[in-house]
């Protein structure tokens, strides 16, 4: 088994996430011609829900939220018409060949509750010599956590790990307060044998 790391150096008072600040419009013309409309200005449709009030649909600044969507699970402080609102991003439709933003569901949370969300594993260090391969059986691993406390990332060193090794999700190390969000031993990294190496296992197999 590898050894597992957590992928920050701040201690988790600092693991604390940013808040970004949006401006939000409220909209009420709806419709793909809306949203065509909406998007030449240099906005972005999206839809507030969650805590059973009832959606409200808001135009945010593009440039503004595609920057802040780089950060994932980024929390969102939005100014709706005078109210303020936080939010998190729960899905974003993005144009399959321009990659730009074409809507964005924004789900409420309050400060103190835990919320599940994906968060991306990264890896780090080299496997052992033999032209091994990696294989990213979940490149984003479920948790909960407090809406403010989520963690960026998690990194996984796999320094030195051979062919057949894997990672489980209870090998990695979480912050306080987080926790998984699926099966313990769900496999989230496992190594497997270059084709050299499988191919010189099976000629001494045969020899």
Do not use: W
Not at 17 to 22: T, V
Not at 74 to 94: A, C, F, M, N, Y
Not at 130 to 150: K, R
Not at 177 to 187: C, I, R
């Amino acid at each position: 088994m590898g050894r597992v790391t957590l992928s920050t150096d701040m201690t988790s008072e600092e693991c604390t996430m940013a808040e970004i600040k949006l401006a939000a419009a409220v909209r009420t013309e709806f419709g793909k011609g809306s949203a065509r409309r909406i998007r030449r200005a240099h906005q972005v449709p999206a839809v507030v829900y969650g805590h059973g009030s009832e959606p409200v649909h808001v135009s945010l600044p593009g440039h503004d939220l595609m920057m802040a969507l780089k950060t994932p699970n980024v929390l969102l402080s939005l100014d709706i018409e005078g109210r303020d609102e936080l939010v998190i991003p729960k899905q974003v439709q993005r144009d399959a060949l321009k990659g730009f933003l074409e809507h964005v569901d924004l789900l409420v949370v309050k400060r103190g509750e835990k919320v599940t969300v994906e968060v991306p594993v990264h890896t780090e260090g080299d496997l052992a010599p033999g032209g091994n391969l990696l294989e990213h059986t979940l490149t984003a691993l479920p948790v909960q956590a407090e809406a403010t406390h989520i963690p960026e990332a998690v990194t996984v060193s796999v320094a030195g790990l051979e062919a057949g090794a894997s990672v489980l999700a209870k090998d990695v190390v979480l912050p306080a307060g987080v926790e998984l969000a699926v099966d313990a031993d769900a496999v989230v990294l496992h190594v497997v044998a270059g084709q050299a190496a499988a191919a010189d296992d099976a000629e001494g197999a045969e020899a």
